[in-house]
């Protein structure tokens, strides 16, 4: 018998390679349409000159408002949240909706200070786009975004308009943003920067905010101190003992097993390998329960088990586990899609 022919006379082989090379097409296409809208879509201000903002219903970059463009037209509408260094109003801007940060005692000036310095430095897709300040009168204006904090990433994606998001897709690429913030952070303009404000999951979920098109953007930078290990510029998370298995080990006070009193000065310093620690804790809680995240689980073990690793020089860098991160989302959607092209 003579090989099978389509009915056009084209051998069917050439027809199961071509549309398996234009299903491998999509796939590209699919996949850097993600990533470029990872860019685009989080980053509305990019392509304003320095000291610039663009929200996103903005047609043109506009320079940073000052002290005298605050107090004449940001208008101050409720209190949406509060901690010891600052209070945050949703105000209003010419029709914009914003956040107007004020400090709430000069006990914590210099954090503040800190923070706005940390805001300024690091401007673009991955820190939250300020929109001015005024240092008289110790206030902050940035970006809004109505979801709030990664704290209300369930509450979010449970509600009715938000439920076709609660996939592993998204949950994913929230975690490859949280490390790429990371990596951002331990490579940045202004030096590595360890996130401070970390000591436990709630607090360091608090310190990122959910964006509309759910990718996620850090926000509180009041303690981002710097490490540079040719210097011997090393860092300690605050003056207190540090208990609990969030941190990492190097965090916890070295002589508590032998009953010897916390003691500051005694306390050694560490580098920014305390954030890669805390890495799977955080990816846990952004995958949830749902179809598909223990597949990514069962991939990530692996580099999982080295930010893992009590010795920190023996954890894997962010940019590393980036790179994994990346491989495992390309993979499973690939699977995925090869999975609905089966049926």
Request: with cysteine; proline share 4%.
């Amino acid at each position: 018998m003579g090989r099978s022919r389509s009915s056009s006379g084209v051998p069917t082989v050439v027809v199961g390679l071509a549309a398996l090379l234009f299903s491998n097409v999509l796939i590209y296409l699919y996949l850097a349409s993600l990533y470029q809208s990872d860019v685009q879509l989080v980053s509305s201000h990019i392509g304003c000159q320095p000291q610039h903002f663009k929200m996103a219903t903005m047609k043109n970059c506009t320079p940073w408002l000052q002290c005298s463009q605050i107090n004449a037209e940001v208008r101050k509408l409720k209190l949406i949240g509060q901690g010891a260094i600052k209070k945050v109003y949703l105000a209003e801007w010419r029709t914009q909706k914003v956040a107007l940060s004020k400090l709430s005692s000069l006990d914590y000036l210099e954090d503040f200070l800190h923070g706005l310095s940390m805001v300024q430095a690091l401007q673009g897709p991955h820190v939250v786009q300020l929109v001015g300040f005024c240092l008289e009168e110790h206030t902050l204006v940035t970006e809004h975004h109505p979801h709030g904090s990664l704290l209300n990433l369930d509450v979010v994606l449970a509600q009715e308009q938000h439920q076709q998001h609660n996939t592993w897709q998204t949950r994913l690429r929230l975690a490859t943003d949280y490390v790429s913030i990371l990596h951002y952070l331990h490579n940045s303009p202004a030096g590595r920067r360890v996130m401070c404000d970390s000591n436990s999951l709630e607090k360091t979920l608090s310190q990122f905010l959910l964006t509309n098109d759910f990718h996620l953007v850090v926000n509180d930078l009041d303690a981002l101190p710097e490490v540079d290990a040719s210097r011997g510029l090393l860092v300690k998370c605050g003056h207190r003992e540090l208990t609990g298995d969030f941190v990492a080990p190097e965090q916890l006070w070295p002589f508590r097993d032998s009953g010897k009193p916390f003691s500051d000065d005694l306390m050694p310093e560490y580098d920014e390998k305390t954030d890669i620690w805390k890495i799977p804790d955080v990816t846990w809680f952004l995958m949830g329960r749902v179809p598909g995240g223990d597949l990514a689980h069962f991939h990530l073990f692996q580099i999982h088990d080295q930010c893992k690793k009590e010795d920190p020089t023996l954890r894997p860098s962010a940019v590393d586990v980036l790179k994994v991160y990346k491989s495992v989302y390309s993979s499973m959607v690939r699977d995925s899609v090869g999975f609905r092209d089966m049926l």
